[in-house]
């Protein structure tokens, strides 16, 4: 008799366990899918359990309060982001008023009869001038560009986008000494995308070749919407190319460059849903940008 009502009283137990593991599992899960939907989510609601163990209404409270900083952070970052490119756009057009003149008064100084010495300030100042003109233009470009909308989207092959890229930098490129080789699928690759922002993504890809290659660059395309540029960049070292997308980051400090043409490549990829990524190895600078998606049937371009 003892015997039977122990193994009642064991067995009663193991239900009640293995009840509440099953509603203790019930209440985990439903806690991660609200920590989910409240970590992406634009909205003040807290994150809140229905369960009455100690535990899990701690690891609720705590899921919160991290939800919450880490909401306040990303609304400091975006009004932050925001202030930098108004910033920008207000300052690429203080100073290209200004310049405009001082081109304009240079010119004009040019006609003038002047000494040979004058004539080779006038020619230095001419050249910082113009150097201070292109990246004024360069920071003027930037804001156009990151205040554009590229939600219109349509099929585009990425062959010819790619293969019209080229075209149009072959003069850069054979200036530079760069004979570009390209390898394409023998079907065309196609993706719904904004074709100026492609256009821009691929332009700002190969200025980077240009400026950093050592005379070699190749361009490979894959069936699965991966392009990458690759180049031997003696100039550069893993830190400087791991930076290179960075916005503002220059190799050379007082060079041609804002440090904002790759900012903007990866930027504009991963509006479209790509991913964007750099490696240096071996004195070898591969970036590789990758369009998702299959659009075989869409509309031709």
Partial sequence: MVSVCLCAGLTIIVILLIVKRIVLRRDIDALREEFAARLFADSNTG???????????RLAETLDGQVKRMRLAQI?????????????????????????AICGYMELLKELPLSEE????LAITD??????????????????V?????????????????E???????????????????????????RQLNPQALERILSNLMSNAVRYSDGDLV???????????????????????????DRFYTVNDGGTSTGLGLSIARALTKEMGGTFGVEYENGMLSIRVKFFGDDTDGQQM
């Fill in 219 to 245: 361009i490979r395309l894959s069936e699965d919407g991966t392009i990458c540029f690759s180049n031997h960049a003696g100039g550069l070292d893993e830190l400087s190319a791991a930076h290179l997308s």
């Fill in 47 to 57: 994150i809140r359990t229905a369960s009455a163990d100690p535990a899990l209404l």
């Fill in 76 to 100: 400091r970052y975006e009004q932050g982001d925001e202030e930098l490119k108004t910033a920008i756009t207000n300052m690429s057009h203080d100073i290209r008023t200004p310049l405009t």
């Fill in 146 to 162: 990151m205040a554009a909308s590229y939600e219109k989207r349509v099929s585009v092959s990425l062959n010819g986008a790619v």
């Fill in 118 to 121: 004058a004539k080779e300030y």
């Fill in 127 to 144: 050249n910082r001038v113009q150097l201070l003109k292109e990246l004024s233009e360069e920071l003027f470009r930037y804001s156009v």
């Fill in 164 to 190: 019209e890229c080229v075209a149009a930098f072959y003069g850069a490129l054979l200036r530079a000494g760069i004979e570009p080789v390209t390898e394409f699928p023998e079907r065309a690759v196609r």
